[in-house]
């Protein structure tokens, strides 16, 4: 089964940082791109950040400048290191990870089981 694997969720006052990690899954599949994002309640899932094979990235407007996605190609894993937190931050945050089978073209996209993220003094 294809599922990456966060860790790193939390309580954190505002103004505070946090650092989430997602190890990809290791079925042999090859991945196109992960990302993070975040479902408040009430809300739908948005898209927080995103990093593809080649490293390109993109971040929602309401993150640019706090949040920054990186990866660690020879483990698979990516963080998301979270600054100046605030209350509106609040969610559960899933990682995604879309991969493709030995030939195929075909994208895949797979969640993990989510982390929860709380900013509140």
């Known amino acids: 089964q294809v599922q990456p694997v966060e860790s790193g969720g939390g309580l954190v006052q505002p103004g505070g940082s946090l650092r989430l990690s997602c190890a990809a899954s290791?079925?042999?599949?090859?991945?196109?791109?992960m990302g993070w994002y975040r479902q408040a309640p009430g809300k739908q899932r948005e898209l927080v950040a995103r990093?593809?094979?080649?490293?390109?990235?993109d971040y929602a407007d309401s993150v640019k400048g706090r949040f920054a996605i990186s990866r660690d190609s020879a483990t698979n894993t990516v963080y998301l290191q979270m600054n100046s937190l605030k209350a509106e931050d609040t969610a559960v945050y899933y990682c995604?990870?879309?991969?493709?089978?030995?030939?195929?073209?075909?994208?895949?996209?797979?969640w993990g089981q989510g982390t929860q993220v709380t900013v509140s003094s």
């Open positions: 290791e079925s042999g599949v090859s991945i196109k791109a």
């Open positions: 995604s990870e879309d991969y493709t089978f030995v030939n195929s073209d075909y994208v895949h996209r797979s």
């Open positions: 990093i593809t094979s080649g490293g390109s990235t």
